[in-house]
């Protein structure tokens, strides 16, 4: 019972803190926000019993990424003005599509939820460290090697970029 | 009643590990001090033993002023987040076998999450502040504990292959026969060099660097928020402390004394350590710093890493 409204505490808050990313007007607290968000998924992980996933998304999501974003906007040097033009972007009119895309989604979840629920009633199965590691390098082995291949693919492109171009001057 | 037991462990544990940070400060100046043949704050109360008390009421008492220029939210954020980070991963610690707040089983991977959490607080302070030397420092500090983070993660792989637990009082039961400081002496190297890294103590407190950036990112900072710094700082070392003696040197396994003393202990000569290593280590360039970590660390770690698991899957189980 206590686990249930934890659970349904931390959606809310996963919830109000995605919102927040949207609406505001500051890319660092906007960004502040998502960390909230993405420490509120960790904690419903968590509650669903697959601590292993909630540690890695705070280690890998909340403390690598969203850091090396937070570096990235510290290089911006974000004023006042970048706040009010954020404003401009912000009206009602960009919202309605999203807006319309997202009730017929809500139509669809609730039809389904209403007509074929799918899930059971069993209980919360503890997901271990083990278990994950067994079926990543089990049936999912191929798409831990794809995202290996696309990792190897960002480090080629990041090394080329970063890497000292041929002084031209030289060669001629 | 176990819940009410753990209130009343949770409250002893921040009693005790707030005024041992700050007397930590003391400490570590007196000990500074007699390696360096001077006397060091000797004054307050016998041995100077109360400096701390008196530097902390000089704090209290100081205006707590917010730069004009500053990101108001985020200036006042950004030392809680260190501070609580930090003292967030003590509740994982073993320190004997029933003074643990919760022995959970991803509690290694927890003390992982809560160090990347305490980045932050550097990073938003260097940020919040608006301040060309505080933006430095809190991109110095962002590189460096992203970079020693890794290392950190790989090289505790070797002691979770050995033990075969993310839980820390397994991984304490598991060095019975022998600490892991033994077999996995390069991981050992490699986490004491990543911890000092990761909680920016001398020498690799390049974030705040004084004799380049003045004081780095907490440039701007006075009064009980800086105090909040210092104290994350001073929990950092404990903490750092602990997890090797709980990873490499047995926790609270020994001959004789009660596992609390033995834990204690060994957490206390490992803080001596530290401080001797910033009595004696000179400050390491930015560059080479971060060309050491990824040129040197990470391969070593990851050979390390690579030979555990052969030795494991060839040898034993």
Redesign the interface.
């Known amino acids: 019972m206590i686990a249930e409204s934890l659970f349904y505490l931390s959606g809310a808050i996963a919830l109000i803190a995605s919102i927040m990313v949207i609406t505001n007007k500051?890319a660092?607290?906007a960004l502040?926000y998502l960390?909230v968000s993405l420490l509120a998924l960790a904690m419903c992980f968590y509650l669903l019993g697959a601590?292993?996933a909630?540690?890695?998304q705070?280690?890998v999501y909340?403390?690598?990424i969203m850091?090396?974003f937070?570096?990235a906007?510290?290089?911006f040097n974000i004023n006042s003005d970048d706040i009010k033009r954020e404003s401009k972007w912000l009206q009602w009119q960009g919202w309605v599509g999203p807006a319309l895309l997202v009730l017929v989604l809500l139509f669809e979840i609730t039809y389904l939820l209403q007509f074929h629920p799918v899930w059971s009633a069993e209980p919360v199965q503890l997901i271990?460290?083990r278990s994950v590691g067994t079926l990543l390098f089990g049936p999912y082995l191929l798409a831990v090697e794809i995202a290996s291949f696309l990792l190897l693919a960002g480090l080629v492109g990041g090394y080329h970029l970063a890497k000292k171009m041929p002084d031209k001057d030289k060669q001629t | 009643m176990p819940e009410l037991q753990l209130i009343l462990l949770i409250i002893a544990m921040v009693l005790i590990l707030l005024p041992t940070a700050a007397m930590l400060v003391w400490f570590e100046r007196r000990l500074l001090g007699f390696w360096q043949e001077r006397y060091g704050p000797n004054r307050v109360g016998p041995f100077g033993i109360l400096q701390s008390l008196a530097d902390l009421i000089k704090i209290l008492f100081k205006h707590d002023w917010i730069p004009p220029f500053a990101?108001k939210?985020?200036f006042v954020?950004a030392p809680m987040i260190g501070a609580l980070a930090v003292l967030m991963s003590f509740t994982v610690v073993p320190m004997s076998p029933g003074i643990v707040i919760s022995d959970?089983?991803?509690g290694l991977?927890?003390f992982?999450?809560m160090t990347?959490?305490a980045?932050?607080s550097v990073?938003?302070a260097?940020?919040s502040s608006n301040n060309k030397y505080a933006?430095l420092g809190?991109?110095r500090a962002?590189?460096q504990?992203?970079s020693y983070?890794v290392y950190m993660?790989v090289s505790l792989l070797g002691v979770v292959m050995l033990s075969g637990s993310?839980r820390l009082s397994d991984i304490v039961l598991a060095q019975q026969d022998m600490w892991f400081v033994i077999p996995q002496f390069i991981g050992f190297v490699i986490f004491i060099i990543a911890g000092i890294a990761e909680s920016h103590r001398l020498p690799f407190d390049l974030p705040e660097a004084e004799t380049e950036l003045t004081a780095g990112f907490h440039t701007e900072y006075s009064g009980i928020k800086f105090a909040l710094f210092f104290l994350g700082e001073y929990l950092g070392v404990m903490l750092i402390s602990m997890m090797v003696t709980t990873l490499f040197l047995g926790g609270w396994l020994g001959p004789w004394l009660p596992p609390i003393v033995w834990f204690l202990l060994k957490t206390f000569l490992l803080i001596c350590f530290f401080v001797l290593l910033r009595a004696a280590l000179p400050r390491p360039r930015f560059d080479q710093l971060l060309e050491f970590g990824w040129k040197w660390l990470l391969p070593i770690a990851l050979l390390n890493l690579i030979a555990t698991a052969a030795i494991k899957l060839w040898g034993g189980a």
Do not use: K, Q
């Open positions: 500051n660092v607290h502040l960390v601590p292993f909630a540690a890695l705070i280690i909340a403390g690598a850091v090396l937070v570096f906007l510290m290089l271990d460290a | 990101d939210p985020v954020l959970s089983n991803i991977l927890f992982l999450a990347s959490m980045v932050y990073i938003l260097g940020w933006a809190g991109m962002a590189a504990t992203i983070e993660g993310f």
